[in-house]
Structures are given as structure tokens and as C-alpha cells.
């Protein structure tokens, strides 16, 4: 009975998470200590109760031990058990590894300029394989088996380490994950292409009105007003962008929305009103169309 009571409590606990995930509007975090190096290490940095959904330009490797918690990278979300070693690309939103765990832990965090890896780490002929490993990033890699036994290990011993000692330890390193084939790619395609960023960040004027304004009629109009463009160039731009039309997009981020409703307990004429859909068959359509299945089936699952 106590094991069902801690699953059940697990779950509770992730679906709640969800929804405040859901919720939370990404911050981009300013990493501007010591703006001269080329990396920066954060020795045990302590931020459980601090719930921090952020990105940076810096690449992220982040090891952690003693603990089990939630990994959520950009839209993938899962559970880590025991210790987790992730690299993290440029500018891909992320929720701090250690929110929420009451267990005793430690934790290692590498930040890595953006400038060295492209004009230094992308150069280096002796670690060919390191080029490949960066573009990788930009989908988020979780690391296992040996490799993360090994890293791990390697970067708790960092903080003892002068400047140029690190440097050295941190080359070890990215060229050992390079080589590594236990590793899980935690999406399909880049969440965000560093040659895009710049027009990605244009696009976050888009994103804040959808998140003000999503329980409102929207057109593309509206959307394309924002970026002082017509119609139809702003649906090419959108696309090109975002990899994904308009429309599609803000159906997506609406049926995140109804999610967030149905598992607060709010019912389907309730959940399709405040989601900004404007009759219950279009928004039947589109919830089975982006999720698989439709509303009621959803919230029976996830009640059960």
C-alpha cells in the first residue's frame, strides 16, 4: 500500500508540474560572471525550491548525483533516477535539474561560451568528432552507462582545479562525450538552430501575444502587425522560422492550454471556451488532431 500511495503521489506531483510548466514564461538567464573566461563552472549550486524554466546563449553540460528527479528540456519531458548527465545547446529552454528534490544531492554545472565553441571548439582538428557533438546539443543529450559514470566523476573534481587545469579537464571531456555512443537524443530536430536564434528572439514578440491573448480571436493579421509585416510574409517567415504554419502553432499552444484546464477539473465546454476555441467541434477536431485522441479520452486517462 505504501508504494501505491508514493506512485500515486509521484504522478500527482507530475501532472502538477505540467501544468505549472505549462503556465511559466521562459526567462532568459544572463550569465555574466567573469566574462573573460571561456567556461564556467557552478560547484554544487543549490536551487531546489527555486523553479527556474530559463535559457542562455552559453552551451549547459549539468551533472547531477544523489538524487531522482524531472529532466525537462525544451518539450521533452522525463525522469531521471539516481544521477543525470545532460549537455544542453544554445539558447534551449530548460527547467533547473535539482527543482523540487528534498533528498540530499550535488550537482555540477559547465557553461560554455558560445564564442569559444564556435571560433575555438569547432576548429580544433584533433577532436573532430566535437563539431557534431554541438550541433547535437541543440536537440539536448542525455548521457548514460559508463560515459556518464566516467564525466561524472571528471567533473566533480573541477572546482579543485586552477583556470588553465580546467580548460585542459573540459577539452577530456567534450572529447570523450564526442566519442560516446550512450547517449539519447531528447528530440527529433534542433530545438533552436544557432544560426535562427536572432530570428527566433524576433519571433518572442509573436510567442508573449499568443500567451496574453490565446483566449481571443487571433488572426494572422494581428500576428503579422507585430513584425511590421503583410500576411502572407509573415506566414513565410513564420514557417520558415518556427518549422510550423501560423495556424498550426497557435492551435498547438491552445491545446497545451486545454490540457492545463481539463486536468484542473474544468469540464469540455468549460476547457474550449477559456482555451480560445469558438465551437466545441472544431475544438474536438483539432485536440484528437494534435494529441491522438480526443478531450473526454484525455481526461479519462489521465484520471484513471
Known amino acids: 500500500m505504501t508504494n501505491i500511495l508514493n506512485i500515486l503521489t509521484f504522478y500527482n506531483e507530475q501532472i502538477i508540474l505540467f501544468a505549472i510548466l505549462i503556465q511559466m514564461k521562459v526567462q532568459l538567464e544572463n550569465i555574466h560572471e567573469n566574462e573573460k573566461s571561456s567556461i564556467r563552472l557552478l560547484h554544487d549550486p543549490k536551487l531546489s525550491d527555486l523553479f527556474f524554466w530559463h535559457f542562455h546563449p552559453e552551451y549547459e553540460l549539468v551533472y547531477i548525483e544523489g538524487a531522482s528527479g524531472t529532466r525537462h528540456v525544451g518539450e521533452h519531458i522525463s525522469t531521471f533516477t539516481d544521477s543525470d548527465l545532460v549537455f544542453i545547446g544554445s539558447y534551449v529552454p530548460h527547467l533547473n535539474f535539482d527543482y523540487g528534490i528534498k533528498t540530499t544531492y550535488l550537482k555540477e554545472v559547465l557553461h560554455f561560451n558560445s564564442d569559444f565553441c564556435s571560433a575555438v571548439l569547432q576548429q580544433i582538428v584533433e577532436m573532430p568528432n566535437v563539431p557534431r557533438l554541438m550541433e547535437q546539443s541543440q536537440h539536448g543529450i542525455a548521457f548514460h552507462g559508463k560515459t556518464k559514470e566516467h564525466v561524472g566523476h571528471s567533473m566533480k573534481a573541477l572546482y579543485k582545479m586552477n583556470g588553465f587545469e580546467q580548460l585542459l579537464e573540459v577539452f577530456k571531456i567534450l572529447k570523450f562525450l564526442s566519442e560516446s555512443e550512450e547517449f539519447e537524443l531528447l528530440h527529433q530536430r534542433p530545438v533552436l538552430s544557432g544560426k535562427l536564434k536572432s530570428k527566433q528572439l524576433r519571433l518572442q514578440k509573436v510567442y508573449e501575444y499568443i500567451g496574453a491573448n490565446y483566449q481571443n480571436k487571433i488572426g494572422v493579421a494581428d500576428a503579422a502587425s507585430l513584425l511590421n509585416l503583410g500576411n502572407e510574409a509573415f506566414c513565410r517567415y513564420f514557417k520558415k522560422v518556427s518549422g510550423n504554419t501560423f495556424t498550426n502553432f497557435l492551435n498547438q499552444y491552445r491545446i497545451t492550454q486545454a490540457k492545463r484546464l481539463l486536468l484542473s477539473g474544468k469540464n469540455i465546454t468549460e ?17 484528437k488532431k494534435v494529441t491522438g485522441e480526443n478531450p473526454s479520452d484525455f481526461k479519462r486517462r489521465m484520471r484513471n
Request: no cysteine; hydrophobic share 35%; aromatic share 30%.
Open 271 to 287: 476547457t474550449f471556451h477559456e482555451s480560445g476555441f469558438e465551437s466545441l467541434s472544431y475544438f474536438t477536431r483539432v485536440f
